[in-house]
């Protein structure tokens, strides 16, 4: 294995946003895992499912909570969970099976895996991917490989690479938010988001428009088309690319709740991140700004006027 993506991925572990997930981690597998369990997956709660679908309670993936057609038949939900977690079953085989199901999404359905089995199953998603395929960790897959036999290979690097780092699974999905993918080449399906080559700021933008593209691609485990019908991006991908530098120019180059400068080089809690205002809204102009990477995770699904407030409250009290 590429001793240099062991060193990356070893350094990773000290980002801010990713000891925060690792220091998440036995809260929410002590709260959910128990409900992923063959012997009461039958009888699961609607409720609980949707806040393991919510950031706010899984403590670390974003747009599980999408499609909320999966639990629209909380019956056959249960019936599919059922499935999934039966490890009577070949992984191939079940993942086959519960992918069809209306939103589900190998980004779901291994998150799920994770949470019930976290030392056999790691998660495949746009971030576990882009950051394998920039270490060059990608496996290879035959020609017309299925959903499942694909998650295995994918589960075969994770597990590998848990076991050379000494970690677990969830630490370790944990560490794809800290993995420095300047310069590499991650290709989706579409071939769209391609991070270039180039000097700090293009470099930034680059990763600010490949992050979104990869959210509306992959937070629900599907790959969708990105033009002006997308529910989720109200914009071509070129108009998206012009978008972020201006954005970027208005804002003169600083956070636009804290008004701290953006660092290229460096620090990389301090890179530009793109922020939906309304977290529940559209990628359209009106509803995007500029932040500090670190804010960006900060603050998540909470509202952008509360949240300003509160950092008001912490610049106050600090004489800043």
Known sequence: MNPGAIEKLTSAKNELEVRKIIDNRDEVLGRFSPFFQPGSVADLDEGVFRDFLSIEHNKHWTGLERQPQLYADMDGLRQVLSVLVDEARPIRERVDAVIEAPGMGVAKLSAILLVAYPEKYGVWNGTSEKALRSLRLWPA??????????????????????????????????????????????????????????????????????????????????????TVKNKDLKMLASELDALLPRLLEQQKERCAITGLPFQYEGDRNMLPSADRIDSGGHYEEANLQLVCRFINFWKQATPDDEFRRLIGIVRDSSGA
């Open 141 to 226: 897959f035959r020609r017309g490989a299925t959903t499942g036999e694909r998650y295995v290979a994918v589960n075969q690097v994770l597990l590998d690479l848990a076991r050379k780092l000494e970690i677990d699974l969830w630490t370790l999905d944990a560490i794809w938010w800290g993995i420095d993918v300047d310069g590499a080449t991650p290709k989706p399906a579409n071939g769209a988001g391609k991070v270039r080559i180039g000097d700090g700021k293009a470099k930034a933008l680059a990763n600010m428009k490949y992050s979104i593209l990869n959210t509306v691609q992959n937070a629900n485990g599907q790959k969708v088309e990105v």
